[in-house]
């Protein structure tokens, strides 16, 4: 009984590991590849000009209230749209992969 509670919980820990590292994929997936790519210019900057250019607290600024902070940030105009509907996982999640993108030194 000890045996398959142990793997019951090892399969849990497995699943939920492989849900967790899924996450940042599928929030690109649905609110950012439409605007930007991870290291090429498309309609917004590369994931990897962000990375470069910007703090953590800049990136969650830019992605939940763009329209008061795009001047604060050197844009001329704001385009991007607010994505106040991310919970913190995703908004967590997401800020991480645009950093995963910054030049190692």
């Known amino acids: 009984m000890k045996i ?4 019951i919980t090892l399969l849990f ?5 492989i849900a967790k590292d899924k996450l940042p994929m ?3 997936q649905e609110y950012c590849w439409g605007c930007h790519h991870q290291t090429a210019q498309a309609f917004g900057p590369s994931f990897k000009e962000i990375a ?12 939940t209230d763009p329209k008061d902070f ?35 030194k």
């Not at 398959?4 to 793997?7: A, E």
């Not at 470069?52 to 992605?63: G, P, S, T, V, Y």
């Not at 604060?72 to 991480?96: C, T």
């Open 52 to 63: 470069n250019k910007r703090k953590k607290d800049e990136i969650i600024a830019q992605i």
């Open 70 to 104: 795009y001047k604060m940030l050197g844009y001329k105009r704001n385009s991007m749209p607010a994505f106040n509907d991310l919970n913190a996982s995703q908004l967590s999640a997401i800020v991480e992969y645009i950093l995963s993108f910054k030049d190692k």
């Open 13 to 17: 820990l497995s699943i939920n590991l």
């Open 26 to 28: 599928q929030v690109f």
């Open 4 to 7: 398959l509670l142990v793997m």
